[in-house]
């Protein structure tokens, strides 16, 4: 049986897209976010700083979202708390 060189290249081309995005994202672990501190690369309305000043939990005590604070006007927001992965929207710490 021949291979397709077309499919080869496309099956290789999404395999390294796939690697890239997967290297490019943080690991977190989500049970030591509490207190942890973020920075926003895209601020809005100057809250470029956050804590985590809250870990919410589901009924198995898995950590399902996150509460973060801005620490120039105290606004909450709750995020889920994959989102902090994307090197893209957030820094860990305060750069």
């Not at 100057?46 to 620490?71: M, Q």
């Not at 105290?74 to 708390?81: A, F, G, L, M, Y």
Request: net charge positive; hydrophobic share 40%; aromatic share 12%.
């Amino acid at each position: 049986m021949q291979s397709n060189p077309a499919l080869h290249f496309f099956r290789t081309f999404i395999y390294l897209r796939l690697r890239d995005y997967k290297i490019h994202m943080y690991q977190i672990n989500p049970n030591k976010l509490l207190l942890s501190k973020w920075t926003s690369m895209s601020p809005q309305y100057k809250e470029k700083h956050f804590i985590v000043t809250k870990l919410i939990r589901d009924e198995e005590e898995a950590v399902i979202k996150c509460v973060i604070e801005a620490v120039i006007n105290k606004n909450q927001h709750t995020i889920t708390w994959q989102v902090l992965k994307s090197p893209d929207n957030w820094q860990q710490g305060w750069k």
